[in-house]
């Protein structure tokens, strides 16, 4: 069965802080690790992976992908209170149809306090 | 460039009542378009996903419905809401590739 697993399932960091989110995924016919961030409403895209040890960043976020042990991590430095959210982890499988289709892990709660 | 609106942006129905939740994608062409469920837990379940107008795959058996009645048009239906639909819904669209896009969600509450 294909799985995402995301750990921890909750943080609570100083600013300043920073911070390490695991995702770990088991998808066959699998293409891409996708990260998204969710505050109140909609996920918002952050990186897509598509490649082994390729470091993708963003300003303060990064993520890299490792497909021989099947993670991913995304890194935030020097947090500030808006990268509270939920993050999102996604692995994407190409299906029968030829369509692509996303598996979600639970997410990370992060909490940062001023 | 491409938008998503979906609405509206919170509901509250009787149980037993139907329920039309739409989304349209503007900007583009041809988009697969999808329709999430996201419980308490956090979890993103996918209910449809759509690759055209009339073409509609269900994920999961369950109470509601999905239709594309054109290119960019997206519905979620029921006929009888039960408690259980209660749940944030989502809708995204892709070009075909790997990313999804999201809309800013509906909140239905079924009391």
């Known amino acids: 069965e294909d799985k995402v697993v995301q750990s921890p399932l909750s943080l609570v960091v100083h600013e300043g802080d920073t911070v390490t989110l695991n995702c770990s995924y088991e998808v066959t016919n699998f293409r891409s690790l996708l990260w998204y961030k969710q505050e109140k409403k909609a996920p918002t895209f952050l990186f897509m992976l598509t490649s082994s040890g390729i470091e993708k960043k963003s300003g303060r976020l990064s993520s890299i992908l490792d497909k021989k042990e099947l993670f991913s991590i995304l890194n935030i430095t020097a947090t500030q209170t808006g990268d509270s959210a939920v993050y999102l982890c996604?692995?994407?499988?190409?299906?029968?149809?030829?369509?692509?289709?996303?598996?979600w892990g639970l997410g990370t709660s992060l909490a940062v306090n001023p | 460039s491409q938008t998503i609106h979906q609405w509206p942006a919170t509901l509250v129905q009787p149980v037993g009542s139907p329920l039309s939740l739409e989304c349209t994608v503007e900007?583009?062409?041809?988009?697969?378009l999808y329709w999430y469920r996201q419980a308490a837990g956090r979890g993103l379940q996918l209910l449809f996903y759509?690759?055209?107008?009339?073409?509609i795959s269900s994920e999961v058996p369950q109470n509601l419905s999905a239709s594309r009645p054109q290119d960019r048009q997206f519905i979620l239906s029921s006929k009888k809401l039960l408690l259980s639909d209660s749940g944030f819904y989502l809708c995204?669209?892709?070009?075909?590739?790997?990313?999804?896009?999201f809309g800013a969600g509906t909140r239905l509450s079924v009391l």
């Open positions: 996604a692995g994407t499988l190409l299906n029968a149809g030829n369509n692509r289709k996303l598996i």
């Open positions: 900007g583009t062409s041809n988009p697969n």
């Open positions: 995204a669209w892709s070009s075909g590739g790997n990313i999804q896009y």
């Open positions: 759509s690759v055209g107008i009339g073409q």
